[in-house]
Nanobody
Framework: QVQLVESGGGSVQTGGSLTLSCAAS????????LAWFRQAPGKEREGVAA???????SYADSVKGRFTISQDNAKKTLYLQMNNLKPEDTGMYYC????????????????????WGQGTQVTVSS
């Protein structure tokens, strides 16, 4: 059974930083894409960042230069370091994984990811 458990969300002011973690277990893909998505109230879920088994990464334009995705393969943990946070970064952040060779699946959208965590809330105040 695949399990993804996010943590690290919270409330910060504009310009602050947070690091999200996602503890992953139960999947046996040798080729995979792990990703972070977010969803603000009343808006569609959008991709934030992704990483594949080779460590190649992909980012949404809105977070490039501010967010960094990384993984610890030994701990099977996914991270999202978020710096210079803005109010528009507010939302529920979800970790997701799917069987894929590259991060291109991330550009196709949330529907292509099979397993999801429950989410962790990030609130950025101005």
């Amino acid at each position: 059974q695949v399990q993804l458990v996010e943590s690290g969300g919270g409330s910060v002011q504009t310009g602050g930083s947070l690091t999200l973690s996602c503890a992953a277990s139960g999947y046996t893909y040798s080729r995979y894409c792990l990703a972070w998505f977010r969803q603000a109230p009343g808006k569609e879920r959008e991709g934030v960042a992704a990483i594949d088994a080779d460590g190649s990464t992909s980012y949404a334009d809105s977070v490039k230069g501010r967010f960094t995705i990384s993984q610890d393969n030994a701990k099977k943990t996914l991270y999202l370091q978020m710096n210079n946070l803005k109010p528009e970064d507010t939302g529920m952040y979800y970790c997701a994984v799917t069987n894929a060779h590259t991060t291109v699946v991330f550009t196709w959208g949330a529907a292509y990811f099979r397993y999801w965590g429950q989410g962790t809330q990030v609130t950025v105040s101005s």
